[in-house]
């Protein structure tokens, strides 16, 4: 009987069951301060969805924003600064 399995490597993608790697890890780290500042965000979001939104859930709202849009611009520049140069 005539073997019939295919010849070629497992087609199935291994990238998917890989650790993830330094590079990968380095840019989480980067972009983990925005993601907290978002879910802070989202948090302030949510209480003030619960009830008529008072002066300190406005307060806590706009602190949040700013904690997001401080956290982007840091994230910001310190993927600018870790590009490398291109050489020609």
Do not use: W, Y
């Not at 019939?4 to 972009?31: M, W």
């Amino acid at each position: 009987m005539k073997h019939i399995g295919a010849d070629q490597k497992v087609v199935t993608a291994d990238e998917f069951d890989r650790e993830p790697t330094a590079a990968e890890l380095d840019a989480i780290a980067v972009e983990m301060p925005v993601i907290r500042a978002e879910v802070e965000l989202l948090d302030a979001q949510i209480i003030a969805l619960d009830r008529t939104p008072n002066e300190v859930d406005a307060r806590r709202i706009r602190r949040a924003s700013r904690k997001v849009l401080a956290a982007r611009l840091a994230a910001a520049n310190l993927t600018t600064m870790r590009i490398p140069e291109v050489s020609a």
